[in-house]
């Protein structure tokens, strides 16, 4: 069994809707959590950084965490075309810990929003 | 201000062979990091810089893979004896202090023939 799971979808949705997108991890060391999204033949592009449980916003993008259930959340609000990209999560431990800095990625959900 | 640059974009080798892949973090980054990606998969760690020394190698297959970071800036992953499961995209990130924000490069893609 993978640390982290991700399903690969795809997911379509049409315009303006509200995108879920979710992870789930079994190493509870985990203490930093990331979303990156991935446009085809480009690298990951940083999208949201969150330490430890709760919720942090910018602009459209809601990521959500709660460790107690091992499962972090990344909303999509308003969702457009243009957000059509492979969607990332990835986490690391502890400062000063082994896997400090070593993200573990999830597979990755693509994502498909049509006009 | 520039992002990470890696050359080359593309690399086609036969199996068998020695290829260099290049990685030029963002000015002022200390640390650097190595990922490989299978097709259809999240990037997997290689290796990680903090400066000169590479702090963690542990993802690092075996040892036909190395990497070197000489000047505690462009870092250079080396590949020997090519196989072609080494195929894949190699993608470079650097960071700021070796924290958890790390910024990506495009990706150099690898394929072995």
């Known amino acids: 069994q993978k640390e982290v799971e991700q399903d690969p979808g795809p997911l379509s949705v049409p315009e303006g809707a509200i995108v879920s997108l979710n992870c789930t991890y079994s190493n509870s060391a985990f203490q930093y959590f990331m979303w990156y999204r991935q446009y085809s033949r480009k690298g990951p592009e940083l999208l949201m950084y969150?330490?430890?449980?709760g919720n942090k916003e910018d602009g459209r993008f809601t990521a959500q965490v709660d460790k107690s259930s091992k499962y972090i959340s990344l909303f999509i609000r308003d969702s457009q075309p243009s957000d059509s990209a492979t969607y990332l999560c990835?986490?690391?431990?502890?400062?000063?810990?082994?896997?400090?800095?070593?993200?573990?990625f999830g597979q990755g959900t693509i994502l498909t929003v049509h006009p | 201000g520039a992002g990470v640059s890696q050359t080359p974009s593309n690399k086609v080798t036969e199996k068998g062979k020695y290829v260099e892949l290049r990685c030029d973090p963002i000015s002022g980054h200390t640390a650097l990091y190595w990922y490989r990606q299978s097709l259809g998969q999240g990037p997997e760690f290689l290796i990680y810089?903090?400066?000169?020394?590479?702090?963690?190698d542990s993802g690092l297959p075996n040892d036909r893979f190395f990497a070197v970071r000489p000047e505690g800036s462009v870092s250079t992953l080396k590949i020997q004896r090519t196989e072609r499961g080494d195929s894949a995209v190699y993608l470079c990130a650097s960071s700021q202090r070796g924290d958890t924000e790390q910024y990506f490069g495009p990706g150099t893609r690898l394929t072995v023939t």
């Open positions: 969150t330490y430890s449980s």
């Open positions: 810089f903090q400066g000169t020394g590479a702090a963690d």
């Open positions: 990835a986490m690391s431990g502890p400062l000063g810990g082994t896997s400090y800095g070593k993200l573990t």
